[in-house]
C-alpha cells in the first residue's frame, strides 16, 4: 500500500492567496484526520472524519479555514485567505475505525505564507 | 477531559544509556494508548501501541512501554539508546469507536555520540 498520500509536499505562497491542501487515505481506511505542528503549538488536531463527514471541528483555528472530504479517498483542507501564522506542517492521517487499529500519517504539506 | 501529559519537554542522553519517558494519561471508558516516534523533517511513524492483554508491549528498534493502569502511565523505554534515537517522542491515548487520538506535548530526544 502506498500510505497516505499529502500533496503538494511543499507550498510556498503569499499572504492573502489562497491555498488547498489535499490528502489521500489509505485505501479501506473510514475515518480522516487533520493535524497543524508548529514548534509553538506542537501537534494539533484540526478536524476529523468518519465516513466522510466531520465529526469534529473545533481545532479549525478560524473561519479561513475549511475542510471537505467528498469521498472516502480524497480529502482537502483549504486557506483563505492565507496569514503568515498559518505556516506550518500539516499532516493528514486515517485509521479504520472499531478495530485495533494504528493511525497511519502521511508525510506532511509544509506550508510557508510570507 | 481527555489528556495525555508528558514530564519530558528535551532530554538528553549519551549513547547506550537508558532511556525512560513518562507518559499519563486522562481518559473515559476503554483507553488505547500508543508512542509515535518522529524523526527530524518526517512524518510520525508508530513506535508501539497498547490495546489490551499483557501490559509490556514491544515495539520498533528495541522500544518497549508499559501499560500500568492504576497510575494512569504508559512509559516508554529503551535499555540502550543509539544516535539514530534522536527524534521528537509523542505519547497519545485514544478509543477505537472515535479513531480520534489525544497527543501528548512531546518529548524531544537528544542522543550524543
Known amino acids: 500500500d502506498a500510505g497516505v498520500i499529502q500533496s503538494p509536499r511543499h507550498e510556498v505562497t503569499e499572504m492573502g492567496q489562497e491555498v488547498t491542501l489535499r490528502c489521500k487515505p489509505i485505501s479501506g481506511h473510514n475515518s480522516l484526520f487533520w493535524y497543524r505542528q508548529t514548534m509553538m503549538r506542537g501537534l494539533e488536531l484540526l478536524i476529523y472524519?468518519?465516513?466522510?463527514?466531520?465529526?469534529?471541528d473545533s481545532g479549525m483555528p478560524e473561519d479561513r479555514f475549511s475542510a471537505k472530504m467528498p469521498n472516502a479517498s480524497f480529502s482537502t483542507l483549504k486557506i483563505q485567505p492565507s496569514e503568515p501564522r498559518d505556516s506550518a506542517v500539516y499532516f493528514c492521517a486515517s485509521v479504520i475505525l472499531g478495530g485495533q487499529e494504528t493511525q497511519y500519517f502521511g508525510p506532511g504539506t509544509r506550508l510557508l505564507v510570507l | 477531559a481527555q489528556s495525555v501529559s508528558q514530564h519530558n519537554h528535551h532530554v538528553i542522553l549519551s549513547e547506550a544509556a537508558s532511556l525512560e519517558l513518562g507518559c499519563n494519561y486522562s481518559y473515559g471508558g476503554t483507553v488505547n494508548l500508543f508512542w509515535y516516534v518522529q524523526y527530524p523533517g518526517q512524518h510520525l511513524q508508530l513506535l508501539l501501541k497498547?490495546?489490551?492483554?499483557?501490559?509490556l508491549v514491544k515495539g520498533i528498534k528495541g522500544f518497549e512501554a508499559e501499560f500500568i493502569k492504576s497510575k494512569f502511565s504508559f512509559n516508554l523505554r529503551k535499555p540502550s539508546v543509539q544516535w539514530s534515537d534522536t527524534a521528537e517522542y509523542f505519547c497519545?491515548?485514544?478509543?477505537?469507536?472515535?479513531?480520534?487520538?489525544?497527543f501528548g506535548q512531546g518529548t524531544t530526544l537528544q542522543v550524543k555520540p
Open positions: 497519545a491515548a485514544g478509543s477505537s469507536n472515535t479513531g480520534k487520538l489525544i
Open positions: 497498547y490495546f489490551s492483554g499483557d501490559p
Open positions: 472524519f468518519n465516513n466522510n463527514v466531520p465529526i469534529d
